[in-house]
């Protein structure tokens, strides 16, 4: 199985910050990696997919780049509605695997 | 507008059976793999299951291999999954997510969830 390492686990920040979540897996998974936001009560939304590409509707002030297995989500500058957990998945193999999130709060 | 709506989840003792299942609207259901993903209280996002458009190929987790089926009927525009031999650490909320081949393989629709525990 791919193993995923995301960091950190948890991160507090600012309106407006720049905040950047990393996420390392054990082998390359080629452009199968995606990031997604979680918020209690509400259905996870895809917000990256195949490493870099925003998913419809998502604000351009977030962003993924990476390659081979080292990621990264960035937040250009971080919005109220963005405090929520992320997590970045693999589809590369059979069983996609989850990072074990990052949970964004409010400093 | 895309919508998946889970149901059948609740409370069942461990060695016991549930069917989870979901209906799928605003797209053409036969067109995508589907998926099964689970969240245990406090814990992260796992992948249970994937299945095919047609149904001909399914993949599981290994920890539900031989206790859990995924299934789908594209009339119904629905996708099920029976657990059986259920333990508590099956104990999670479980969402039904549209699979999008080609673009990162990524889920890009999830439902609401349906909670399931497996208690005594």
């Known amino acids: 199985d791919i193993q995923m390492t995301q960091s950190p686990s948890s991160l507090s920040a600012s309106i407006g910050d720049r905040v950047t979540i990393t996420c390392r897996t054990s082998q390359g998974v080629r452009s199968f990696l995606n990031w997604y936001q979680l918020k209690p009560g509400k259905a996870p939304k895809l917000l990256i997919y195949a490493v870099s590409t925003l998913q419809s509707g998502v604000p351009s002030r977030f962003s993924g780049s990476g390659s081979g297995t080292d990621f990264t989500l960035t937040i250009s500058s971080l919005q109220p509605e963005d405090f929520a957990t992320y997590y970045c998945q693999q589809s590369s193999n059979i069983p996609y695997t989850f990072g074990q999130g990052t949970n964004l709060e409010t400093k | 507008e895309v919508q998946l709506v889970e149901s059948g989840g609740g409370l069942v003792q461990p060695g016991g059976s549930l069917r989870l299942s979901c209906v799928a609207s605003g797209f053409t259901f036969n067109n995508y793999w589907m998926t099964w993903v689970r969240q245990a209280p406090g814990k992260g996002l796992e992948w249970v299951a994937n299945?095919?458009?047609?149904?001909?190929?399914?993949y599981y987790v290994d920890s539900v291999k031989g206790r859990f089926t995924i299934s789908r009927d594209n009339a119904k525009k629905s996708l099920y999954l029976q657990m059986s031999s259920l333990r508590a650490e099956d104990t999670a909320v479980y969402y039904c997510?549209?699979?999008?081949?080609?673009?990162?393989?990524?889920?890009?629709?999830w439902g609401q969830g349906t909670l399931v525990t497996v208690s005594s």
């Open positions: 299945i095919k458009e047609d149904g001909s190929e399914k």
């Open positions: 997510v549209r699979l999008r081949s080609g673009y990162g393989d990524s889920l890009d629709y």
